[in-house]
Every structure is written in structure tokens, then in C-alpha cells.
């Protein structure tokens, strides 16, 4: 189980690391998040591999529109 926590953190810091985001252009952070966007839109964000283990990890719908609201507004702010 470790090996494929480690495995999928690996890979989630080669597509988005917060560590980096200062360093990332402004055209980078308007597409990473635009993408997330469409992942929580489409329902595949939070992943249901992390929710299957953390039940109240998912998002009600006036959240999912929320957490889009807000990360609309920083994309659309940049």
C-alpha cells in the first residue's frame, strides 16, 4: 500500500506541485487550474481511489460549485 501511495504522489507532483506554483507562468497556473475545473466538473476529482477511503472527502453539489466558483475567479484573476 505504502509503494502505491508513493507511486500516485509521485505522479500528482509531475502533473501539479503547490510547492512550485510561484514559479509556474501565468499561462501554466490558468491551465492547471481550467483542468481542475473540468476534473471536479466532471466528477473525477477527488479521485474515488482516495475517497473510497476518506468517505467525507467528496464534494456536495453547492460545494462542487463553490470550490469551481473560486478557482474560476483566481483563473479568471491572473
Do not use: C
Not at 500528482?12 to 473540468?38: C, H, P, Q, T, V
Not at 466532471?42 to 476518506?54: A, E, F, K, R, V
Request: glycine share 2%; hydrophobic share 35%.
Amino acid at each position: 500500500m505504502a509503494w502505491f501511495l508513493e507511486d500516485h504522489i509521485v505522479k500528482g507532483k509531475s502533473e501539479l506541485n503547490f510547492s512550485e506554483w510561484a514559479d509556474y507562468s501565468d499561462r501554466r497556473k490558468k491551465s492547471k487550474l481550467k483542468s481542475i475545473i473540468s476534473q471536479i466538473e466532471d466528477d473525477n476529482m477527488p479521485l474515488s481511489s482516495y475517497t473510497l477511503i476518506h468517505k467525507n472527502a467528496s464534494f456536495s453539489e453547492e460545494e462542487k460549485k463553490e470550490v469551481v466558483t473560486w478557482l474560476t475567479e483566481l483563473k479568471d484573476n491572473l
